[in-house]
């Protein structure tokens, strides 16, 4: 408790007597106690957190008077508190000189009553000259003595303005990337095609292949919901448009039957959840004009689950697929061509082997028949030499008949194909010492000298190709024949090769053979 004494004095001097009061004190010095305690506790939270706190006293004259500063604001500005504090305009010479005025103007709107909180950001150099960035928030409090103070949180935004200062960089580069690219491209939100898609497998769709192509209504609602954020001076030029507008409006516009087939496989990989795709396919210009282009998509990074960014980019193809068209073309007639000259060389071929057969075979056979008469009417002597005569008539008899055939199979025309292969078989074995066996499957069917002579020429020249290359001791021939169509096939034993474009190229070993087949 707390004592006070009174003496009580007369005019002469004497004491007569003392008075005394006693007071109770005892809660006021708890309640002291345990300011004291909640004090330390407050700095003590206010030191362990990575914000700052400060507060300052405003005098008559509108003057900060900086009364605390927590001790967080030497890791941010490299200056302890003390430092700042000794100063009164230490803290508004640590700020940058080009935000100076921003924070007073801030200050002065509070204690003016304009306002009653400001947030701020503003630079302030550091003690080693660096600059870094701060965010402060400043509050006006009223002081139970009626005086003013201004209380504030302060936190360090470097890194984050740093960021911000590098998604803008980035930002810049991917514009020019973008608006400068040499090909057309766009970015699209497909969003809500997600969102559509999600719906129709919850209503207990699968197979959208499909449902798009059952429903088109479907399809051209998809269609709607694209929306083209952006596109490029490069999308412009290709789709003929003088604003961005044009293009941004409608998407459905430069659809034709072609395209709408594309976006089907667009949508299907949608509900795959795949993130890109590439595609040929036709688009109309705002002119009207169909060009051929090849477009693909992909997903940006972070979107693969939303779609809600997807980056286009359409090429324009139309000249390439004009060429392709005209080799297409080309190579039509050049197979015509090639046919119409197979036809003439075997039918060529059929005339000499039956002139050979018709003319010089039969002279040769009657000159042999002749010789044989002479023989008997000669004496001995001469009779040997018409004999060495006769063999020599066999032998041209014998070439003559091989060459008929090399020219032409009389029996691919008498027999039919079967009949001429087995002989082949023959040949080739009596000839090249190459074992070949023949199975036949099924009747045959009708077939005209063409199509016979085209199958022959083929089969012998893949017989050759096994002699000369394959280093076989057997040889099968498959021939399965049906109603529609007839299957031959050549299979051997030997080494083989890796049958790759270029080995089916004519002149890579001098020859023509595989390529030929093919053709």
């Known amino acids: ?112 009553g304009e306002s009653t909180r400001e947030e701020m950001e503003y630079r302030i150099i550091r003690r080693d000259g660096t600059t870094g960035w701060v965010r402060d928030s400043v509050v006006v409090r009223e002081l139970c003595n009626g005086r003013i103070c201004l209380d504030g949180v302060m936190s360090d935004i470097t890194v984050r303005k740093g960021m911000e200062d590098a998604l803008r960089e980035s930002e810049v580069r991917y514009r020019s990337l973008f608006e400068d690219a040499p090909i057309a491209m766009k970015d699209e939100n497909l969003a809500g095609v997600k969102e559509y898609v999600d719906g129709l497998r919850d209503a207990g769709i699968w197979d959208f292949q499909a449902y798009f192509e059952a429903h088109p209504d479907a399809v051209r609602e998809c269609v709607r919901l694209v929306k083209i954020v952006d596109v490029n001076r490069a999308a412009l030029s290709l789709y003929k448009a003088e604003r961005k507008a044009d293009v941004l409006a409608d998407l459905g516009k430069v659809f034709t039957d072609e395209t709408f087939k594309a976006f089907i496989q667009t949508l299907v990989c949608v509900a795959a959840g795949q993130t890109r795709m590439e595609k040929e396919t036709v688009i109309r210009r705002l002119d009207g004009q169909k060009i051929h282009v090849r477009l693909q998509w992909v997903a940006a990074p972070g979107f693969e689950q939303t779609y809600a960014k997807v980056f286009v980019t359409i090429a324009d193809i139309t000249k390439r697929k004009e060429a392709e068209d005209r080799l297409c073309a080309y190579h039509e007639r050049l197979s015509a061509l090639s046919s119409e000259l197979s036809r003439i060389e075997e039918k060529e071929r059929r005339r000499i082997a039956m002139d050979l057969h018709d003319h010089i075979g039969q002279m040769l056979a009657m000159a042999k028949i002749k010789m044989g008469i002479l023989q008997q009417e000669v004496s001995a002597g001469p009779a040997n030499i018409i004999d060495e005569i006769r063999g020599l008539v066999d032998q041209s008899i014998q070439y003559t008949r091989s060459l008929t055939f090399e020219l032409s199979v009389p029996i691919l025309y008498e027999l039919g194909l079967e009949a001429a292969l087995e002989w082949l078989a023959e040949h080739v074995q009596a000839k090249y010492g190459l074992p070949v066996s023949i199975r036949i499957e099924g009747p045959p069917g009708v077939m005209g000298d063409e199509a016979r002579a085209l199958l022959f020429k083929t089969v012998r020249e893949l017989l050759m190709n096994v002699i000369k290359h394959a280093q076989a001791k057997r040889t099968e021939l498959r021939i399965y024949n049906s109603s529609e169509e007839v299957l031959i096939t050549v299979e051997d034993d030997g080494i083989g090769f890796m049958a790759g474009a270029e080995e089916l190229l004519p002149g890579k070993s001098g020859g023509f053979g595989l390529f030929s087949v093919r053709e």
Do not use: C
Not at 24 to 32: I, L, P, Y
Not at 59 to 76: D, M, N, Q, W
Not at 99 to 112: A, Y
């Open 1 to 112: 408790g707390v004592a006070e004494k009174r003496l009580w004095e007369f005019a002469n001097g004497d004491v007569t007597g003392i008075s005394g009061l006693l007071s109770d004190v005892t809660k006021q010095k708890s309640a002291e106690a345990a300011f004291r305690r909640a004090d330390a506790e407050l700095r003590q939270v206010i030191s362990s957190i990575s914000d700052y706190v400060w507060s300052a006293d405003v005098g008559p004259s509108g003057t900060l008077s900086l009364r605390y500063f927590s001790p967080v604001i030497e890791k941010i500005s490299g200056y302890p508190p003390e430092i700042v504090m000794e100063d009164p305009d230490g803290w508004l010479r640590i700020i940058h000189a080009d935000d100076r005025p921003q924070f007073t103007k801030s200050v002065d709107r509070v204690l003016s």
